[in-house]
Structure formats: C-alpha cells, structure tokens
C-alpha cells in the first residue's frame, strides 16, 4: 500500500475511529472541555452532537482511553468505572441488557424488574468502593423516547445527594430536536450541558491533515500542496471523515503515479474517479448525463428495440453505437483492473514497489 512508498509507520487516513489520530480543533477542544467538566459534577447528562463524520465517536474513544490509562496513576482515573455502549434502535428492555453487557454484569434470561435491581446494586456496590460509574452512550439519536426515559430513570439512583450514574451521550444533529420533543422537560432538566460539534474551517482541515501524517512520521513526502490542501476543504466542507476518504485515495493515486507531490490537478482527478464510481444520482428523476457508458447501453436497447428485423442499415448503426459504448466502458475497467492488480501485488510483503511499478510501465510501452 501507499504507507510502504511513502515510508509511511501506517494508514494515516483510515476510516475507523482511532483515538491516536484525535486531532484536538478548535471545535473538539471545547467539547472535550465539556466532557472534562461534567466528570468534575459527576452527575447528569452531558451531550454532544454533531453532524455525520464530524468526529464524535473518535472523540468519545480517546476519552474512555484517557480514563483507562489514568486508571492507576491520577485519583480521577482510580475512581472511574466506564464503558461505552454504542446503540441502535433498541427498546427499554433491549437497552437495560446492553447497559449490563457493558458493565460485565448477568443479563441473560432476567426480566426487566430483575435487570435494574441488578444495575443498581451494581452501582450502590460502586459508591460503597469509592468509585463513580460513567456510561458513554454513542449514537444516542437512535434510541426511542422510551429507551431515554429508562436512561433517565438509572440516572435517579442516588445515594444522600450523590448521584450514582453519569450518562454522557453522543449523537447526531436529529437528537436535538429529540430533546426539545413533547414530554421530554424530565429529560431536559438532567441535561448538565449540551455542544454541537461542526465540521472544521479551512485552516484546522489543513491542521488535521498534518497532524494525521505527522502521528505516522510522515517527513513531508508528500508534499501536500497549498492549492490541494483548498481543493480538500472545498470538496469535504472540513469534515473529517470525508476527508479521511479523500485523502486515503488521493495518496493511494499519488503511489501509482509516483508522485512525492499531490497539487489540486492530483486532487480532481481523484474527486473525478470517486464520482465515477459512485455517480450522484437523483432519487426522483433516476436520469442519466447523455453520453456515458449506461446511458448509451440504455438508448441502443431503446433504439434495438424499436428497429425492425427487416432495417438491416439502422439495426448495424445501432449495433455499431453499442460496441463503442461499451469499449469505452472496458477502458475504464481496464484501468481499475490495473490499479488493483497493483495494490494486491502490494499487499506481498516481499514484493517491491519501483519493480513492480517498472515492469508495469515496461508492459504498458509493449
């Protein structure tokens, strides 16, 4: 891959969320700040939003990963139980089971009455030791209102003044209307502070990049240009995720052609690649940009089918509008096949990129 050309230590732009990749924006900055200062309350909901890829999840690992390292060093890390709990459309009973999974405790065959007796004995078992239980909820938006209000309830659990449970939650930009629904005032006023993550500005999209290749020693090979850097804000609007895709790609591209510095050209090619392979496509009208490869195929089968047998001129016109619609689709093809042939010779740890790289462009002269 493009991490042994570039003597890259690994993928700085993979998709899955990596706490070591956190890049501390200004935007990420303020929500950690509130994230630290509901641990300092130990009580409520905290809750952080943001839109899709803006970085929550990375956000709520590298958190959890502070606590689990601090276990045995600092006084906040020796009182601290957390677990994650990542959810999906689950009901008030599926819920309180995951809440036990999460925490190691028995969940199995028990009834609803039976799963929260065993939460809060788990809980009173907590204070009793001296720690304080942290639940990190991510893709809250997902939950029911009723599964909401069972995360309220847990969070009742007091002993004297002292609240047992602290929630935080994570989740995207629909959440918030959830929380300004009907009958969610309980809900609300357990909300110790709420923050919207957006995406980043033009100059922390240049930060996160570097700092992205920097966490894998990268030394300025590529040299990511300051038109590139632009061409990536504009395209991704400073969403981290979508710019982990684009610049993933545009360094793969970069390795097959050699290239130690990617300028906007290299980046448009590569935005025009990825809009090829998956073409933005108009639900409601399902229409087609006349001249591409499916939409020739498409209007020859019309045109086949509308020609008589008997019309032996218009039937070869057709057919001849076909083979080169679909040549041009085999070019295309071609090309990828070239590139993925590349990547799986790669992907041999005993292979050699500049020989592999040779003998293609000595195949290609032939």
């Not at 641990?39 to 999840?57: A, P, S, Y």
Request: negative net charge; hydrophobic residues 40%; charged residues 25%.
């Amino acid at each position: 891959m493009y991490d042994k050309f570039y003597s890259l230590t690994g993928m700085p732009f993979r998709l899955s969320p990596d706490p070591r990749f956190l890049y501390q924006s200004r935007a990420h900055t303020k929500a950690l700040a509130y994230l630290r200062y509901g641990l300092q309350l130990g009580e409520g909901f905290m809750v952080v939003t943001g839109d899709i890829g803006t970085g929550k999840t990375t956000l709520a690992r590298s958190l959890v990963n502070k606590l689990e390292n601090s276990m045995s060093t600092t006084p906040i890390g020796q009182n601290i139980i957390a677990a994650q709990l990542v959810t999906s459309q689950l009901e008030s009973d599926d819920l309180l089971r995951m809440v036990c999974n999460a925490f190691g405790l028995p969940s199995r065959d028990l009834s609803k009455s039976a799963l929260i007796t065993g939460i809060e004995k788990f809980l009173r078992d907590s204070a009793r030791a001296g720690k304080r239980v942290l639940l990190l909820v991510d893709e809250v938006q997902n939950l029911p209102t009723g599964s909401l209000e069972e995360l309220r309830m847990l969070s009742n659990f007091q002993v004297g003044e002292r609240a047992l449970l602290q929630c935080f939650l994570l989740g995207q930009e629909e959440f918030r209307a959830t929380m300004q629904a009907e009958g969610m005032e309980q809900f609300r006023q357990r909300i110790i502070a709420a923050y919207h993550l957006g995406p980043m500005d033009a100059e922390d999209t240049r930060k996160y990049i570097e700092h992205r290749l920097r966490t894998v020693d990268w030394k300025s090979d590529p040299l990511f240009t300051d038109d590139a850097i632009d061409a990536i804000y504009q395209f991704t609007n400073g969403v981290p995720r979508r710019i982990n895709n684009l610049c993933d790609r545009l360094m793969l591209y970069g390795a097959l052609e050699e290239l130690h510095e990617l300028n906007k050209a290299a980046v448009d090619c590569v935005i025009s690649e990825q809009q090829l392979e998956i073409p933005r496509v108009d639900p409601a009208s399902r229409t087609e940009e006349p001249g591409t490869p499916s939409s020739q195929g498409r209007e020859v089968r019309l045109q086949l089918a509308n020609t008589s047998v008997s019309d032996p001129e218009r039937r070869l016109v057709a057919l001849e509008r076909r083979v080169e619609a679909l040549e041009v689709g085999v070019k295309k093809d071609r090309e990828k096949l070239r590139k993925l042939i590349i990547i799986s010779l790669l992907s041999d740890e005993e292979s050699d990129f500049n020989n592999v790289m040779r003998q293609l462009r000595n195949s290609d002269g032939a």
